[in-house]
Nanobody
Framework: VQLQASGGGLVQAGGSLRLSCAASGRTFSVYVMGWFRQAPGKEREFVAAISRSGSITQYADSVKGRFTISRDNAKSTVYLQMNSLKAEDTAVYYC?????????????????WGQGTLVTVSS
């Protein structure tokens, strides 16, 4: 499956952005989808994940209550709505896909990755 992330940009602290990740190539609904991010000089970290049907979601503690992951299987797209953004949310955000993850928060478990989209939050 090929993944294409979009929606990043520059936003002031407290603002919102919505990231999208469009999938193509294979049946989207068979994949668990995740969002990860990587700030300069830091390791890639888990942000959120969503089950195949969209009924189950999981978030990193740092984004709980501010970010919402969702998916539209008819459009083969996963979204990340980011509200109340903070300077520490600045990073390149990646979407990823896996059929059977051992741990949804482990980036090494994911098989397919998008190219990343940069989110910059100014304080």
């Amino acid at each position: 499956v090929q993944l294409q992330a979009s929606g990043g940009g520059l936003v002031q602290a407290g603002g919102s952005l919505r990231l999208s990740c469009a999938a193509s190539g294979r049946t989207f609904s068979v994949y668990v989808m995740g969002w990860f991010r990587q700030a300069p000089g830091k390791e890639r970290e888990f942000v959120a994940a969503i089950s195949r049907s969209g009924s189950i979601t999981q978030y990193a503690d740092s984004v709980k209550g501010r970010f919402t992951i969702s998916r539209d299987n008819a459009k083969s797209t996963v979204y990340l709505q980011m509200n109340s953004l903070k300077a520490e949310d600045t990073a390149v955000y990646y979407c990823a896909a896996v059929r059977e993850p051992n741990t949804v928060g482990n980036p090494n478990d994911y098989d397919y990755w998008g190219q990343g989209t940069l989110v910059t939050v100014s304080s």
